[in-house]
């Protein structure tokens, strides 16, 4: 039997040749700055492509052969643009057929799925329609004020209905059916249950971090109440502690990493201090559980090329799930982001041109607009949200980074232990806090604390100079002209650590290079 799938070409045929950069199996999109070998092995994916071309085939109504494909790549998936005899179709989740099931959104339909990777495709996989319209992200530079503010207006409405739906417990999204325990399953629609929670904040699924760290968290819901949720938090941050040996060789940690003997006295001090935050009836009446997107930024939302403002598509909701709204309450999308005021740089010329000055005013008016528009509809339209968003973030902060401690370090989590216990009595929490530092042990925090900023500026500095994100991703066409500036900027750092190393500053060179982020030297 023929290929059901492009491999070769001639002229005049409706095909396209395979190449290295079409490989199905790799990530061909970029490299990375860390860790490139592990990154790119652990995206090297085997299965039967010409088998997924076959399902698709059989999944979309009067196609008969995929004509051409175009592989898309994001951080966690692979997406294939299928072009049938008979039009485009997606092969890449249950959320959004729950979520397209109860309320009005576009969703695209999925046509076939498969979560068994012993079907004959070899790989879970789903078959999706195709995606009207343009990427938002691809959109929004040529939009006008008023079109920004509408779209952002029909973006944040959106959210309301997706907040309107209600849950018993919080965790994912199961069909009833499901091959789960019982007790792992709370019913709360006909044909559906909230199961255990599957998204990355209780699976240990990024490269590498199997070996580190072990499996997943022991205890990923469901959760009937923030109390547990909060137990499931504390138990994943324990979970994602390394053993010794693995700690030692792993990075030979800065004093601000903190030990492993310290990360388990702040998870158990945490447990007791998000024990009591739970009792609040503040906090309570703000986590109420809600299922929102957690990735709704513009490069997941498509939008009409006539007419902007009409959004035409939703993307990329693989990691959806119920949690407790505060998670949500301070969330900013890109499209609605607080304006950026620039500092101001007396070496540059363009500040004392009019038309780059004005240009900037707007800039800053237009975005400031999206933001009070979000703001809004956030606040005053969406009941389950409001609670959360009037109360003051600092509530929330452990709720965010309690299961990650090890990998932002001890200073991280120690910082909002420490803002939380000295707000405890003016945000008119009951009782004492649970933890109370030393004189000995904030002067020793404050040490630690200047570190971990310093380490958190850098990493800043080179994501904005070489355009990459926490990973060191860059894609190929940039990868030239990025490691040559990477290198430079690293012998720039080690130079500037000599220097001060030489006056007897606290920065040596062994220390500057510990704290560069990236191994691509």
């Known amino acids: 039997m023929a290929h059901p799938w492009p491999h070769s070409s001639s002229p005049g045929e409706d095909q396209q040749e395979l190449t290295t950069h079409d490989n199905p199996h790799s990530h061909t999109g970029g490299r990375w700055l860390n860790r490139d070998k592990l990154e790119q092995s652990s995206r090297h994916v085997i299965f039967d492509f010409s088998a997924l071309c076959e399902q698709a085939i059989r999944a979309c109504p009067g196609a008969t052969k995929v004509v051409k494909y175009e592989k898309q790549e994001g951080r966690f998936n692979r997406v294939f643009l299928l072009t049938m005899d008979n039009g485009p179709w997606y092969a890449n989740s249950l959320v959004s057929r729950i979520v397209k099931s109860k309320i009005s959104l576009p969703i ?34 040529t939009m006008n004020m008023e079109q920004h503010m509408l779209c952002t207006k029909a973006l944040s409405l959106i959210m309301k209905k997706m907040a309107s739906l209600d849950f018993p417990a919080y965790g994912s999204i199961y069909f009833a059916d499901a091959p789960l325990h019982p007790d792992a399953k709370i019913p709360f629609e006909q044909g559906f249950c909230v199961g255990p929670h599957c998204s990355p904040v209780f699976w240990n699924r990024n490269p590498g971090v199997n070996e580190h760290y072990g499996g997943p968290s022991p205890n990923c819901g469901p959760w009937r109440d923030l109390t547990s949720y909060c137990r499931g938090l504390i138990d994943t941050g324990f979970s994602r502690l390394p053993k010794e040996a693995k700690a030692a060789s792993s990075r030979e940690s800065l004093p601000h990493q903190g030990s492993i003997q310290d990360h388990i006295r702040l998870l158990k001090i945490t447990q007791e201090v998000m024990k009591k935050l739970a009792e609040d009836k503040r906090i309570a009446d703000a986590a109420t559980p809600v299922l929102l997107h957690p990735d709704f930024h513009k490069r997941n939302i498509y939008v009409s090329p006539d007419d902007p403002t009409v959004i035409t598509g939703l993307i990329d909701w693989q990691s959806t799930s119920i949690e407790p709204a505060l998670t949500y309450a301070h969330e900013t999308p890109d499209f609605a982001a607080v304006p950026a005021i620039p500092e101001e740089d007396p070496s540059d010329n363009e500040q004392d041109d009019p038309e780059v000055s004005k240009q900037k005013e707007q800039e800053l008016k237009d975005a400031s607009i999206c933001h009070q528009t979000y703001d809004v509809v956030m606040t005053a339209l969406i009941p389950k949200l409001r ?12 709720f965010h980074y309690t299961h990650t401690t090890w990998r932002d370090s001890a200073a991280a989590i120690r910082q909002d232990l420490i803002e939380l216990s000295a707000s405890w009595q003016e945000l008119g929490l009951e009782g004492s806090c649970p933890y109370s530092p030393t004189e000995e042990e904030l002067k020793q925090h404050a040490r630690d604390y200047e570190d971990f900023e310093a380490v958190q500026a850098l990493k800043s500095w080179l994501r904005n100079t070489l355009d990459t994100n926490s990973d060191g991703w860059i894609p190929n066409d940039a990868w030239d002209a990025a490691s040559t500036t990477h290198r430079a900027a ?21 220390k500057a290079d510990k704290m560069w982020p990236f191994d691509a030297r």
């Not at 790989?123 to 343009?134: D, K, L, N, R």
């Not at 609670?387 to 452990?398: G, I």
């Open 108 to 141: 695209p339909k999925i046509l076939d799925w498969n979560d068994d990777s012993s079907n004959p495709t070899g790989t879970e996989y789903i078959i999706q329609e195709h995606v009207a319209g343009v990427p938002l992200h691809q959109a929004w530079p």
């Open 387 to 398: 609670p959360a968003r009037l109360l003051d973030p600092t509530f929330f902060r452990l």
């Open 490 to 510: 690293y012998d720039e750092w080690i130079q500037t650590a000599k220097e001060a190393e030489a006056r007897g500053e606290d920065m040596t060179v062994a």
